[in-house]
């Protein structure tokens, strides 16, 4: 990854028996040991709770949904515009900027859909390193810099606008991903003393 990107990264790939983690070189050069522990757990929480899995079903459904939409779209715009279009079947050539043109307005009108689910993936993906790792064989100091570092190297603003967020964020934010350490500890402190209560 060094040869392209100063941002460290890592990543699952592949299904079934291709399954694989794959760590950057920028990851493993830079970061410490615990911190790369941490990324490494997150990547096996993608893994264990069959996110590659939920990932292709949400592409899939989407798909058919973006598809049948596309259809319905272009057969009602073709029939009720023809006159102003120039033609009166998707079979012409000439439909070809308006097909473009619908699916770019309902990719567009879908991301921020897959993106929340996305968001919603990232975050279990977290709990999961932060359940296996934190504080056994990692501190929360390093869980919390390892979201810290990934999102300097990768120039990520820590607190975007929420429209932004909501429009174009496939992960949780810096601040999100940090609060959700802090927040783990705490409510994990809290069920401690609940439990030494008589």
Do not use: C
């Not at 009108?109 to 919603?120: D, F, K, L, V, Y």
């Not at 279990?124 to 790792?133: C, E, G, K, M, S």
Request: proline fraction near 5%.
């Amino acid at each position: 990854m060094s040869r392209q990107t100063r941002a460290a990264n890592a990543f699952v790939t592949g299904l079934g028996p291709t399954a694989t983690i794959a760590l950057g070189d920028t990851l493993l050069e830079n970061f410490s040991e615990e911190e790369t522990l941490f990324v490494m757990a997150h990547e096996m929480g993608h893994y264990v709770r069959h996110h590659l899995w939920i990932g292709l079903a949400v592409a899939a459904i989407m798909t058919a949904i973006g598809a049948f939409l596309l259809q319905r779209i272009l057969d009602r715009l073709v029939i009720r515009y023809s006159a102003r279009l120039g033609y009166g079947a998707l079979a012409d050539i000439a439909s070809l900027p308006l097909i473009l043109f619908v699916v770019g307005v309902l990719s567009l009108a879908g991301e921020p859909i897959s993106n929340a689910i996305s968001r919603t993936i990232e975050t279990d993906a977290d709990r999961f390193a932060l359940q296996l790792t934190v504080p056994a064989d990692v501190s929360p100091e390093a869980a919390a810099s390892t979201f810290e570092r990934l999102g300097q190297l990768a120039l990520s603003d820590p607190n975007p606008n929420p429209v932004a967020r909501f429009l174009f964020w496939s992960h949780p934010t810096l601040d999100e991903r940090v609060a959700l350490v802090w927040q783990t500890m705490a409510d994990r402190k809290h069920t401690e003393a609940r439990s030494d209560l008589p």
